[in-house]
């Protein structure tokens, strides 16, 4: 963390143990708790041995009251191995396939933040400070990569300005990333550059959002990612792009519209242009048979003539291209993803979900492969309790992949 972040941990500091002067700080103040047990099970037509992992996440936090528009907000967070039959990519387990879930203990949240009076100009505005999650629209550029046991956050000043209550800008300028790799090195040390757990960072973040109701809800972003010394400065890029989605009026319907153009960015060494962009349509279920909808779309992360593919460094990728996480880096060629998608709620309390990926390249139309998975999820009697079980299964003919299987049980609870 470099200097705004340690101001920050000074002044949160400063302001709570001072505040028996400002008791709405203590007194409207919010413990927070997110404990999670999980076991995964990778399969791959390789050389590896099985994964199995059973890893345990604990993350326990507090939120202040707002004092003269001031809270602080402080979260540790801790994973651990309870069997290490798997390659975490930092215990040196390395003849078994990987589930990155590695041993980790670390502030996972400090802020500050300034929050607009509510009678004034800019009504719904703030300003933080410090380390904070960052999850913008559908997490497919920036996100917290919530998937994973250790989340992905950011060492960031952001300013959220409301100028209407449907019209607002964010910025944000990042300082460091602090993904998902964790805090521990690996074992045995080595100068693991494509696999850091901090990147030093001088990126800017912008958004434009417009809202009318559900029916059309717009954004227009650039993103200028400086993501210093990851993968030799590779990743770094400038992203310009707009995305629309809502309900249609009088229709059972919803749509997504999303287009961007990427390019190399500060110290890339790889020059490259490539495009991105996805439709969806999806189809609202009648709500007296069973709640939930089907969804379609078409997903293309570009390629610029073989050279570079669209790349996105700092999304949630967990929620894209497949639960098997086999395009987390955009091949070279790019990607192109036909897919359909269905969840329901058969009973109160209890989701089942299913997706189905066609993979081809974007350059050529090269086949692939095909992915195809479900989750089954419930809400348990204790309250904040869920559990999840989700099994997906990757098939290919292409040399450079594998067919792959993967199932998770896992159980969390919230408060």
């Known amino acids: 963390m470099k200097k705004f972040a340690l101001h920050t941990t000074t002044v949160a500091v400063f302001l709570a143990s001072n505040a028996v002067i400002a008791s709405p700080f203590i007194d409207d103040a919010k413990v927070n708790a ?28 507090v939120i202040s009251g707002v004092f003269n528009g001031l809270s602080v907000g402080v979260e540790g967070e801790a994973t651990a191995e309870i069997s290490d039959k798997f390659n975490s990519t930092r215990n040196g387990q390395g003849d078994y396939n ?18 607009f009076p509510v009678d004034g100009f ?7 400070v410090g380390r904070q999650s960052i999850n913008l629209d559908n997490q497919r550029f920036v996100g917290g990569v919530a998937w994973r046991q250790n989340e992905q956050t950011y060492d960031v000043a952001s300013l959220n300005l409301k100028f209407t209550p449907n019209f ?6 990042i300082d460091q ?23 030093d960072s001088e990126s800017h973040l912008i958004q434009l959002r417009y809202k009318v109701g559900e029916s059309f809800n717009a954004v227009a972003y650039g993103y200028l990612l400086d993501l210093q010394y990851w993968s030799a400065d590779t990743l770094s890029s400038q992203t310009i792009g707009a995305r629309i989605h809502g309900k249609i009026p009088s229709l059972p319907l919803r749509y997504v519209a999303e287009y961007a153009t990427q390019q190399d960015y500060a110290d890339n060494p790889i020059d490259y242009e490539a495009d991105y962009y996805n439709v969806e349509l999806a189809y609202l279920l009648p709500a007296s048979v069973i709640k939930g909808e089907i969804a379609t779309g078409y997903e293309v992360l570009g390629s610029d003539e073989g050279v570079r593919g669209f790349q996105t460094p700092l999304g949630t990728k967990h929620k894209f291209n497949g639960w098997n996480d086999l395009f987390l880096n955009t ?6 993803d036909s897919y359909l998608s269905f969840k329901v709620n058969p009973i109160e309390k209890v989701s089942l979900g299913g997706e189905y990926h066609y993979y081809t390249t974007d350059e050529n139309s090269r086949y692939l492969g095909q992915e195809y998975g479900l989750v089954l999820s419930s809400a348990l009697p204790l309250k904040g309790t869920n559990v999840l079980t989700k099994w997906s299964n990757f098939e290919s003919e292409d040399a450079s992949l594998v067919d ?9 609870y919230k408060y």
């Open 122 to 128: 800019l009504k719904g505005s703030d300003i933080t």
């Open 98 to 115: 990987t589930v990155v879930d590695p041993e980790s203990y670390e502030l996972n949240k400090l802020w500050l933040k300034y929050q």
């Open 331 to 336: 091949p070279a060629d790019g990607l192109s």
């Open 177 to 199: 990333v602090n993904i998902i790799f964790g805090s521990e090195d690996a074992t045995p040390v080595v100068n693991n550059v494509a696999q850091p757990s901090e990147v």
């Open 34 to 61: 997110d404990l999670r047990l999980r076991y995964e099970n990778v399969d791959m037509d390789n050389t590896k041995i099985d994964a199995d992992a059973l890893t345990a996440r604990a993350r326990l936090g």
């Open 168 to 173: 607002a800008l964010y910025y944000a300028y």
């Open 404 to 412: 792959t299987r993967k199932v998770w049980v896992q159980m969390e």
